[in-house]
């Protein structure tokens, strides 16, 4: 249906300030014109229905989240979540519980996965024993909050056949007892040792899960996503891109998505034409489902995580006691050596596919943009840093230098906040430095790195413009509040840098030509001066439209359309 909503309306065309019009004209999916009331008035026919909006509301682009795991996201949705518990007895007996409520199903056999713990809360380092005393014979898989380390039961080990034989894997370490028994924890490259003895879901519970996903996310205003690839590395697996662009052809993708692959799906990309930024966009469409899909970069990873104490420094970690020695050594761990990084990523590049490499220590970034910086550039899509949250001031230039993106989630600035302080001391002054790397004019898109953490993309714009969470207790002082970001730049990091880090020109804005994905949205928040980040993170859309078609409507909004 064509739509012509008179209001005000951001078109994030411009680059220095929203650039507030008066209305915006919708036709076939895209956005057709754009202007005063009187200027588009003459555009309504008999088929266009007309909103008029009230004072207190806004029209803003689509939020695309640069770094969301789509499918593991949604399949999460119905897993145990462990986030938030505090200390280790409390955990195990909402694991306890979970493991009985199995067994009265009639699952005695089943796998229990979860995630969402995290070393802080349970003050150290538990053990597969520990999950064997609560839930017996059981086979169970969890990881962390970060998603690098999985703790798991005696009876998954035995099943991945894990033993005091089995070495370490490349870029990863069994964490081991006396005389070399492991644990039950694994991390970085090691979690995914039993991810070859857990059953992959069925298509039909993964379509589901994905369709009630996608609706959580139009209700946070989420039109889009970019999938940093799948956390189950399988080269054979249906999920990634492959199911994508297969919902994308048949007019089932709900959302926006591009799809990255991980280093195992390499080969198999390259065989099947794999293009970062092309997809079923480039057959001509005007708009609806067959622009849903694009390709994504080839993911790589230099380090492992904050949460893990595997994020690797340039100097030592502080004085950290709940986490014992940091993984890989007292400086954290690199996974794999530039070298083997740039021979990756050249055999990518070389076939049209742009490079994202996670990377969280100062270290870390480093070593992302040295390998990035020998390596060709993309025509249209950008190579990216995914999370870069410690930057050593020296590499904060090279980010623009080099044309890469820091693709950045600021809602880990809410959670990492006390962790960076007591793990990195000092050097936490150097964590997100986002104004930073505005000034130098690098593109910063936004992510929430769902399931990692809730996918509400306005908690993290909150914590850019204020570098504090509103849930921290009175008196907590903001993180670096020098590196704030006022709120338009924000907005634009979390709708239009997306669509530029992935070359695509129609997309993160509203002017005409562009895909009509747009929110409707309370205006506080939003209006500089004032720079309120408990407003921000506390909007919630009205109404989210994808292609024109509301996929998302509160049941308070109305718009007083006249048909």
């Known amino acids: 249906m064509d739509r012509l909503i008179l209001g005000r309306v951001a078109s994030l065309g411009g680059s220095s300030a929203f650039g507030w019009v008066d209305g915006i004209a919708i036709a076939r999916g895209r956005v057709v014109a754009m202007g005063s009331a009187s200027e588009l008035g003459a555009r309504a026919g008999l088929r266009t229905e007309v909103w008029h909006l009230p004072p207190d509301v806004a029209v803003v682009p689509g939020i695309t989240d640069a770094h969301l795991h789509l499918t593991t996201g949604a399949l999460a949705a119905s897993q145990l979540d462990l986030s938030g518990v505090e200390g280790p007895e409390a955990t195990l007996a909402r694991i306890r519980d979970a493991h009985l409520a199995m067994a009265d199903r009639g699952e ?30 059981r086979p169970i898989a969890l990881w962390a909050h970060d998603h690098h380390t999985r703790w798991v039961s005696r009876a998954a080990m035995s099943a991945a056949c894990i033993t005091a034989a089995a070495t370490d894997p490349p870029g990863g370490m069994i964490r081991r007892g006396d005389a070399g028994v492991p644990t039950g924890m694994l991390h970085e490259g090691a979690a995914t040792l039993v991810d070859g003895a857990i059953p992959e879901p069925s298509a039909a519970i993964v379509e589901a899960a994905l369709a009630a996903y996608a609706g959580i996310l139009a209700s946070l205003g989420v039109t889009g996503v970019h999938d940093p690839g799948q956390l189950v590395d399988d080269a054979e697996s249906r999920l990634g891109p492959w199911l994508y662009r297969d919902l994308a052809e048949r007019g089932a993708l709900p959302l926006r998505v591009a799809a990255s692959i991980r280093e195992r799906q390499l080969e198999r990309a390259l065989a099947w034409g794999m293009r970062t930024g092309r997809g079923t966009s480039d057959q001509g469409d005007t708009g609806g489902s067959q622009g849903r899909y694009r ?26 006691d709940p986490a014992g020695p940091a993984v890989g050594g007292p400086s954290g761990m690199l996974l794999r050596p530039p070298k083997e990084l740039s021979l990756l990523a050249g055999l990518a590049i070389a ?24 390596l060709p550039r993309p025509a249209g899509p950008r190579h990216r840093v995914e999370h870069a949250q410690l930057i050593d001031p020296a590499d904060v230039p090279r980010f623009a230098e080099l044309g890469v993106a820091a693709s950045v989630q600021p809602c880990h600035l809410c959670s990492d906040a006390s962790i960076a ?95 009509a994905d747009l929110l409707v949205v309370p205006i506080r928040g939003l209006e500089e001066p004032g720079r309120c980040g408990a407003d921000l993170a506390s909007i919630r859309p009205l109404a989210t439209l994808i292609d024109g078609e509301i996929v998302f409507r509160s049941s308070g909004f109305d718009p007083g359309p006249e048909a």
């Open 421 to 515: 302080r007591l793990a990195w001391g000092d050097r936490a002054a150097n964590a997100f430095p986002l104004r930073d790397l505005d000034a130098v004019g690098a593109l910063i898109p936004f992510g929430t790195d769902a399931p990692v953490e809730p996918p509400d993309p306005w908690r993290g714009l909150g914590a850019a413009v204020s570098r504090a969470d509103p849930a921290w207790p009175p008196g907590e002082i903001p993180l670096n509040a020098d590196q704030a970001l006022p709120v338009w730049r924000a907005l634009r990091a979390a709708c239009l840098d997306p669509a530029q880090s992935l070359g695509v020109a129609d997309e993160g804005h509203l002017t005409p030509g562009a895909r």
């Open 351 to 374: 076939a049209g596919i742009a490079v994202q490499i996670h990377a969280i220590g100062d270290a870390a970034v480093r070593s992302a943009l040295d390998v990035l910086g020998g």
């Open 108 to 137: 005695a056999d089943g796998w229990l996965l979860g995630h969402g713990w995290s070393l802080d809360r349970l003050g150290g380092w538990l053990t597969g024993d520990d999950l064997e005393r609560v839930a017996p014979g």
């Open 295 to 320: 390709d994504g970069w080839l993911k790589l990873f230099a380090d492992g995580s904050l949460g893990s104490r595997s994020a690797a420094l340039l100097e030592p970690y502080e004085r950290d």
